[in-house]
């Protein structure tokens, strides 16, 4: 009897997967008919310069009339399948998206995110649509209305018009489940985009989306950013709203969900800052403070007081993590910003037996390191970022190399990820000898992870204080524009 139960549920679970698939299919046909047409309506459109153009520039010709919301819609729809097609990282079409065109071009007023197309983390609520989690447990759920970001996304005039895929459960920062398969990094197939939201990593790495909105309870946000050489900001907490976003693990407070964009570049990470942060979003969820982008705090020029850590104590980075944050330094320095060297408290992570001792811990942890934060006067922190991209399948192995990026869901602080460098020949020899901390199994596992990245990008970690999200983007935007600059004389 046992026997027969159980093989009655492996085939109603091969069942479950098998319709998931065909429903996945025909989604894309869909999507693949609806390209296919304008295609052949429109056979003059150039796809290049509208996909070239960054989210700012982008914009500003939406809003101007100089670009046709239906050529850049179309046009990200066509990449975005061309795209799956070789990393498998769209896992649904959301086909209202083409009504909602037809609504956005009727409109008088053109907000900050007009005819924009976006895409959508697997585990936030579109009307209509599974937030499977990659569990099949959740299929044949569809979300009774959109979460209050979408809803806000698309009052600013933003096309949601994809969901991506994400590790089973969320719990990784690898991306793969059953039901939608693995997806890889379009950078180097035989990488890992990083997770939880690795779909979005890996579409916007690769052209197919400018603009996508994720979730972070332990790096991923930061993560597939950071292995897609991409940028991302995890906000503070209750700075967006998280009302219509499903969660592993329902009731979790120890480590604090943060909701954000991702993006090519810093200014997109801004400008879908400041389309959230509105009346729209304050309203619809009266627990979000109803605290506008400021602008002030973002724009200003004066010198920054700056802690950093290379190393966590903990996880030893590897050559090209700690020549990241090095490099960084030695660039913002240059630029004229102060440094302190952070003393990093690295106890936070030490085991605990009962769930009220973990928080009265957190909290303690967290006014010491404020307090530390304040002695040195900072105003932001530079650290690293784990990377470059693992082989896929170790993050399993290796889910102590998120303490780089779980802290600050610990803290609740605010924290994103600009591409500052690659990985070199040298950081390649410089890893044969790498023996980490304690030359521990975690340690040579960890060389295995990120060995042959040649050339694969490596970032690092910008952070603020709660509720500092525009200082800190502020940091991420100097960082970038240094980076940058020292691009172009080499």
């Excluded at 790096?219 to 597939?224: F, Q, T």
């Excluded at 037996?353 to 010491?368: A, D, S, V």
Aim: aromatic content about 8%; charged content about 25%.
């Amino acid at each position: 009897a046992a026997l027969l139960l159980r093989w009655r549920r492996r085939s109603g679970l091969r069942r479950a997967v098998a319709q998931a698939g065909r429903r996945r299919q025909l989604a894309l046909g869909r999507m693949e008919e609806a390209a296919g047409r304008f295609r052949e309506q429109n056979p003059d459109v150039d796809a290049d310069p509208i996909l070239s153009l960054s989210l700012v520039e982008l914009s500003e010709k939406l809003r101007d009339g100089s670009l046709s919301p239906d050529w850049v819609f179309y046009t990200y729809m066509d990449k975005a399948l061309q795209v799956t097609k070789e990393i498998n990282c769209v896992t649904d079409y959301l086909q209202e998206s083409e009504s909602q065109l037809q609504q956005v071009k009727r409109q008088k007023t053109k907000d900050l995110l007009y005819g924009v197309p976006v895409s959508i983390k697997d585990s936030i609520n579109c009307k209509g649509h599974d937030s499977t989690l990659g569990l099949v447990k959740r299929l044949n759920q569809p979300a009774a209305e959109d979460c209050v970001v979408v809803q806000v996304l698309k009052r600013q005039g933003a096309l949601p018009f994809v969901k991506t895929n994400v590790p089973q459960s969320l719990l990784s920062y690898d991306c793969s489940n059953l039901i939608f398969g693995q997806t890889v990094n379009p950078l180097d197939h035989s990488k890992t985009p990083g997770g939880s939201s690795g779909g979005e990593g890996a579409l916007i790495s690769s052209g197919g989306s400018i603009l996508g909105i994720g979730t972070d309870v332990g790096g991923s946000l930061r993560i597939p950013a950071a292995f897609c050489g991409i940028c991302s900001l995890k906000a503070t907490g209750g700075r967006l709203s998280k009302k219509g976003m499903v969660s592993s693990i329902p009731g979790q407070k120890s480590a604090v969900v943060g909701v954000g964009p991702m993006a090519r570049d810093v200014d997109s990470l801004v400008l879908c800052m400041r389309a959230l942060l509105c009346k729209d979003m304050f309203r619809l969820d009266p627990t979000v403070p109803p605290v506008p982008f400021n602008e002030e705090v973002f724009s200003s020029s004066r010198p920054l007081r700056v802690g950093y850590y290379d190393t966590d104590s903990f996880t030893m980075p590897g050559p090209s993590m700690r020549r990241a944050v090095l490099e960084t330094k030695q660039l913002l320095e240059n630029a004229g910003h102060t440094f302190n060297s952070f003393n990093f408290l690295s106890d936070i992570c030490r085991s605990v037996k009962e769930l009220w001792k973990l928080h009265c811990e957190i909290e303690e942890y967290c006014r010491e390191f404020i307090t530390e934060w304040r002695k040195l006067d900072l105003d932001v922190m530079l650290c690293p970022v784990v990377g470059p991209a693992f082989q896929v399948g170790f993050p399993g192995k290796l889910s102590v190399a998120a303490s780089y990026t779980i802290l600050y869901n610990y803290l609740d602080f605010p924290a994103g990820v600009v591409p500052v460098t690659v990985v070199t020949k040298g950081d390649e020899e410089e890893l044969k000898t790498h023996r980490g901390h304690y030359n521990d199994w975690w340690d040579k596992v960890f060389v295995k992870a990120i060995r042959g990245g040649m050339g694969l990008p490596v970032a690092v970690q910008c952070v603020a204080l709660p509720w500092q999200e525009e200082l800190c983007l502020r940091f991420m935007k100097e960082v970038e524009t240094l980076t940058r600059r020292r691009q172009r004389n080499l």
